[in-house]
């Protein structure tokens, strides 16, 4: 990828997360649980979840769920960190470039991005901690 394909997919990003905050503050909207309907689908008795995205296995939901309930005891910014590097797989430097307020010098993002991986290496550690504490996350993840 060139540096201008990532400026641009960094920029991109940046403008999706303040368009999503926009939306979440002039809505009022609070954490909300999308509806799940659960239906028997073969005749072992083995049910099968259907969800917006189509039909998902129970496991694979339960999962869901469970990621949901540990990110749901972490703050906003904590989380956003946390899925820009491992749901997104994104770089430090790419992440201190979005989550920033202003253009950067490039020692200023070396430094924020050293920052950034100090926290989520924090984080990580934070949240293994909460999985192993609590039996049922411990169980959905496989842990």
Not at 25 to 34: F, M
Not at 45 to 63: N, Q
Request: charge should be positive; aromatic fraction near 8%; proline fraction near 3%.
């Amino acid at each position: 990828m060139s540096p201008i394909e990532k400026d641009f997919k960094n920029w991109l990003y940046k403008v999706a997360i303040w368009k999503i905050s926009d939306f979440r503050r002039a809505s009022g909207a609070g954490k909300r649980i999308p509806h799940v309907k659960i239906v028997p689908i073969d005749e072992a008795g083995r049910s099968k979840v259907i969800s917006r995205g189509g039909i998902d296995t129970l496991e694979a939901d339960e999962k869901r769920f469970a990621w949901n309930l540990l990110f749901e005891k972490i703050p906003r910014e904590e989380r956003q960190l946390i899925v820009l590097r491992y749901f997104e797989g994104q770089n430090y430097q790419e992440i201190a470039t979005i989550i920033s307020k202003k253009k950067l010098t490039r020692d200023e993002l070396l430094k924020l991005a050293t920052i950034i991986r100090k926290r989520v290496s924090r984080l990580h550690e934070k949240l293994r901690k909460m999985i192993l504490n609590e039996p049922l996350l411990r169980e959905a993840l496989e842990i």
